[in-house]
């Protein structure tokens, strides 16, 4: 069993910015992915920002400059620094923890991020 807790979430201007954390715990696989993921309503989810357990990241294109992932191996927590948000980076963003050798996943409950204009 792996459970994650999220937080950081919140209302935000146009331009600010933002922390997200997501701790995970439990049996923890050595080789996983940990990334972020959001929804906005009417939209499918979408990978926001991930990182392996070897420091790779991967970004979407409209995040790619503004948003940073990092994570702390040790703690199994990642971060995803949002800086310069836009009105339409408004979504629940969920943190997912995947394990990289079977299919299994888990997926956190949700934090939601509001950027007003």
């Known amino acids: 069993q792996v459970q994650l807790v999220e937080s950081g979430g919140g209302l935000v201007q146009v331009g600010g910015s933002l922390r997200l954390s997501c701790a995970a715990s439990g049996n923890i696989y050595s080789r996983n992915f940990m990334g972020w993921y959001r929804q906005a309503p009417g939209k499918e989810r979408e990978l926001v920002a991930g990182?392996?357990?070897?420091?790779?990241?991967k970004y979407a294109d409209s995040v790619e400059g503004r948003f940073t992932i990092s994570r702390e191996v040790a703690e199994n927590t990642v971060y995803l620094q949002m800086n310069s948000l836009r009105p339409e980076d408004t979504a629940v963003y969920y943190c997912?923890?995947?394990?990289?050798?079977?299919?299994?996943?888990?997926w956190g409950q949700g934090t939601l991020v509001t950027v007003s204009a």
């Open positions: 997912n923890y995947r394990v990289l050798t079977n299919a299994f996943e888990v």
């Open positions: 990182i392996f357990t070897g420091g790779t990241t």
